[in-house]
């Protein structure tokens, strides 16, 4: 089967940094995606990862170990609008070789002044 | 360059009705993924659609179906509503037959009561 896990909430203060968890167990691995979402808005792409080591664009990095089945976002100089959901996702293969995204259920994040 | 559209935005149904959600993809993109979002929850993938044909489907009733036009637009139905349908309706585009990055529209939001 496939299993996604990540924190379901976190709460940090505005200013500073921030490293949310996803760990995955998967049949195939095929990369690995982080999408932001604000309340009652859709996803939003911020990174992929599909070998292993960090990816850097702006103050938002991922990191991913294919190894561990593990994967961060870590968020820099946290702003208040930086408060939404963050989803991981995994694109596996499935048995007949097709692959698919499987979501995890989302880590919220609340920003404090 | 218009980005993922979905009709309608908002939709109120009874138990036993029908109902049609229609998506636009990103111009350029040629494959179409339906997610159902429960408040709370990461998405669940319902299907996708390349080449006007289902390719892959998640653990779904039959009561769920889709189309994809030559256009790569796509339509997700679903039959005798019940309940538990309410939910988000994401649609995701990408390019190169589903094995670029998935952006999302805004969503239909389904109460059924």
């Known amino acids: 089967g496939q299993n996604i896990d990540q924190p379901t909430e976190m709460t940090a203060t505005e200013g500073a940094i921030v490293q949310i968890n996803c760990t995955y167990q998967t049949s195939g691995f095929n990369g690995l995606f982080w999408y932001q979402q604000h309340a009652g808005e859709a996803p939003t792409f911020l990174s992929y990862n599909v070998l292993d080591g960090l990816e850097e664009k702006g103050r938002f990095s991922s990191f991913l170990s294919r190894s561990k089945g593990y994967s961060y976002l870590l968020l820099k100089e946290l702003q208040m609008k930086d408060s939404a959901s963050y989803l991981c996702a995994v694109r596996g293969l499935m048995m007949n070789r097709d692959d698919k995204i499987i979501f995890g259920k989302g880590t919220r994040l609340h920003i404090l002044p | 360059d218009a980005g993922v559209t979905q009709s309608p935005t908002h939709l109120i149904k009874t138990r036993g009705q029908q109902v049609t959600l229609r998506c636009s993809p990103k111009s350029g993109h040629d494959t179409v993924s339906w997610y159902q979002q429960a408040l709370g929850q990461g998405p669940q993938f319902i299907f996708q659609?390349?080449?006007?044909?289902?390719?892959q489907r998640g653990n779904f009733p039959d009561r769920f179906s889709g189309h994809q036009f030559p256009n790569y637009s796509s339509e997700l139905n679903v039959n005798a509503l019940l309940l538990g349908d309410s939910a988000l309706y994401l649609c995701?585009?990408?390019?190169?037959?589903?094995?670029?990055?998935?952006?999302f529209g805004p969503g239909t939001r389904l109460t059924v009561l």
């Open positions: 659609y390349y080449e006007e044909e289902e390719r």
């Open positions: 995701a585009s990408s390019a190169l037959a589903g094995l670029d990055t998935q952006y």
